[in-house]
């Protein structure tokens, strides 16, 4: 159960796009499609913001989109906004009844 | 009100034990797979534990065996983590989630977290 790599930290200016990496490997990513995102503001419970690689859940701007290739997720935040700064969690199933998540990426606004 | 709300935590020494509990409302409690999850002072999150809605299931994450155990009641809608021959690294935040409808995988409703204090 070894942790998914996330970048530590990622920063943008308002209305550019980008792109958090998250790696793993042939027994969690790269065997099911079951990964998951997760915001978290200071001091505030995660929030899921995408499941099943791609799939948003209601109430959940279209600027945020998933995307998965081989043994690495992605999630891409589109036309940043100031709001959009937390950190942010991967997440993916990983056989057995096990789940794994990523050490986190930092998004700062500029 | 759809609702995850934890409780139990506290500040104690090595080698003790506490139970956390999670209390749900609002929605089919015996619906839903649930999970505990932690996150260490500045840490990251880490996945704790699952059990199945209907309590037959349980997996535990590998470090956790042995000393941390997942349980429900579903006549009272509460989940429970027992923790015994806690440890410093113990330390953190105590988030129980609910799983999301079958086959997502995904946590979609979260507590507000209990904090667990493991110190000399």
């Known amino acids: 159960q070894s942790a998914l790599t996330q970048p530590a930290s990622v920063s943008g200016s308002p209305g550019q796009s980008i792109s958090i990496s ?5 027994s969690d990513i790269g065997n099911y499609n079951l990964v998951s995102w997760y ?3 200071p001091g505030i419970a995660p929030k ?16 945020f989109s998933g995307s998965k ?4 997720a992605s999630l891409t935040i589109s036309g940043l906004q100031a ?21 986190g990426t930092k998004v700062t606004v500029l | 009100q759809v609702q995850l709300v934890e409780s139990g935590g506290g ?31 500045g840490k990251g999150l880490d996945w704790v534990a699952v059990v199945w809605h ?25 989940l429970y983590l027992q923790m015994d021959s806690l440890r410093v690294e113990d ?9 999301g409808d079958s086959g997502t995988y995904s946590f979609d409703l979260w507590g507000r977290g209990t904090l667990v204090t493991v110190s000399s």
């Open chain 1, 22 to 26: 998250c790696i793993g490997g042939n």
């Open chain 1, 39 to 41: 915001q978290q503001l």
């Open chain 1, 48 to 63: 899921l913001f995408i499941y099943e690689v791609s799939k948003r859940p209601s109430g959940i701007s279209h600027r």
């Open chain 1, 69 to 72: 290739s081989g043994n690495t």
């Open chain 1, 83 to 103: 709001e959009d700064e937390a950190d942010y969690y991967c997440c993916s199933y990983a056989g057995g009844n096990t789940w794994v998540f990523g050490g």
């Open chain 2, 11 to 41: 500040m104690v020494h090595p080698g003790t034990s506490l139970r956390l509990s999670c209390e749900a409302s609002g929605f089919p409690f015996k619906m839903h797979g649930m999970h505990w999850i932690r996150q260490a002072p």
């Open chain 2, 54 to 78: 209907n309590g037959r299931i349980k997996e535990h994450a590998d470090s956790l065996k042995g000393r941390f155990i997942i349980s429900r009641d579903n006549s009272k809608n509460t």
């Open chain 2, 91 to 99: 330390t953190g935040v105590y988030f129980c989630a609910r799983e």
